[in-house]
């Protein structure tokens, strides 16, 4: 069992930054995938960026040169680093913990926090 706690969202002008953080409690984040993905109002929830359990990265296009995740297995936390914001960027940020185990699929989901991006 994952438990994710996501921090870091707030209001911020177009052309900005915010850092989101997922700290992660349970056992073996280290051998988890990791994403953040985002909802806007209105529409349905989207990937944004994934990092692997060994460390390769991957963004959707509208981000991408945007945005950077990392994680720190130490401290059981991925991060999402988002510059040069938009105001399409506005929507709840969700983290998420995912690996398909030998036993099954395993997929946790933190409870978002708000990031918008307004003047």
């Known amino acids: 069992q994952v438990q994710l706690v996501e921090s870091g969202g707030g209001l911020v002008q177009p052309g900005g930054s915010l850092r989101l953080s997922c700290a992660a409690s349970?056992?073996?984040?280290?051998?988890?995938?990791m994403r953040w993905a985002r909802q806007a109002p209105g529409k349905q929830r989207e990937l944004v960026a994934t990092i692997t359990s060994g460390g390769t990265i991957s963004y959707i296009d509208s981000v991408n040169g945007r945005f950077t995740i990392s994680r720190d297995n130490a401290k059981n936390t991925v991060y999402l680093q988002m510059n040069s914001l938009k105001p399409e960027d506005t929507a709840v940020y969700y983290c998420?913990?995912?690996?398909?185990?030998?036993?099954?699929?395993?997929?946790?989901w933190g409870q978002g926090t708000q990031v918008t991006v307004s003047s």
């Open positions: 349970g056992n073996g984040f280290s051998v988890y995938n």
């Open positions: 998420n913990a995912f690996r398909n185990f030998p036993t099954g699929f395993r997929d946790y």
